[in-house]
């Protein structure tokens, strides 16, 4: 297919234009105009621009494009990825919070189903807009089983404190560096926060609160969304899709 009826699709389905973020949402690298094989990864970078030239894909799909919202000067290693895209005709395309958020197959939305969650309300104000939501577990679970549930699907080992209930119900969930939102569980029936990346003062915040916080990594929790994407493509267009594994272990 050509590479602007798939990024007319892909801006329409993530309402793009709808959101303001510090990311340049949508087509950032203009490549080759014919699409049959689609690379998909959590970080542009050197790393994933060679695997996916390697592959001779000709779209990359990321969570986190190049671009954040400042001007910078194509030198350096600026210079040598953008070189690298060009060189290999390799598209590159970005979602950055339309994916954290979406209803369906966004990173956050994906992980309450991936535990098996009756997911609940958007949740977690950042930049005027709800990018995480609640899910809610009937009849419990242990806490010990959620850490297993979550190192089973994420492919990761969470770093867990148990500051609240032994017995879990309502979860909020917000991939990536979500930890400041933890405060905005208070009030309300929330009793585990779970998100990526670990921040060292959140600790003495959600222990003070009584509310246990589980942090699972910016890399494992965002690469949900991800992989979602490629599925999507494959059953809607026929596409051929990889994913492209380039963990921080962050």
């Not at 390697?54 to 990321?62: E, G, M």
């Not at 990825?81 to 209803?103: C, Q, W």
């Not at 969470?158 to 208070?186: D, L, W």
Request: proline share 3%; hydrophobic share 40%.
């Amino acid at each position: 297919m050509e590479l602007y009826e798939l990024t007319s699709y892909l801006n329409d389905y993530f309402s793009i234009s709808e959101y303001q973020d510090s990311s340049l949402n949508g087509l950032q690298v203009e490549g080759s105009n014919e699409i049959t094989k689609v690379a998909l990864a959590v970080d542009a970078c050197s790393e994933t621009f060679s695997k996916a030239s390697a592959l001779r894909a000709d779209l990359l799909f990321v969570h986190h494009g190049l671009y954040w919202g400042k001007p910078f000067a194509l030198t350096g290693f600026h210079a040598a990825r953008i070189k690298m895209l060009f060189k290999n005709e390799l598209s590159l395309y970005a979602v950055h919070l339309p994916l954290d958020l979406h209803p369906e197959i966004g990173n956050n939305a994906g992980i309450l189903k991936m535990l098996g969650c009756e997911i609940g309300e958007p949740f977690g104000e950042y930049h005027g807009i709800k990018i995480g939501y609640t899910g809610r577990f009937n009849g419990g679970i242990k806490y010990d089983d959620l850490l297993l549930k979550l190192q089973g699907s994420l492919n990761v080992m969470p770093a867990g404190y148990q500051f609240g209930k032994e017995n879990i119900c309502n979860i909020a969930v917000i991939s990536g560096e979500g930890a400041p939102i933890v405060e905005q569980t208070v009030g309300t029936n929330v009793d585990t926060f779970i998100t990526g990346e670990a921040d060292h003062v959140r600790y003495h915040t959600a222990k003070e609160m009584g509310i246990n916080l589980i942090f699972c990594g910016h890399y494992a929790t965002e690469t949900v969304g991800v992989k979602n994407v490629g599925a999507l493509l494959e059953e809607k267009f026929s596409l051929e899709t990889v994913f492209l594994d380039v963990p921080t272990g962050m």
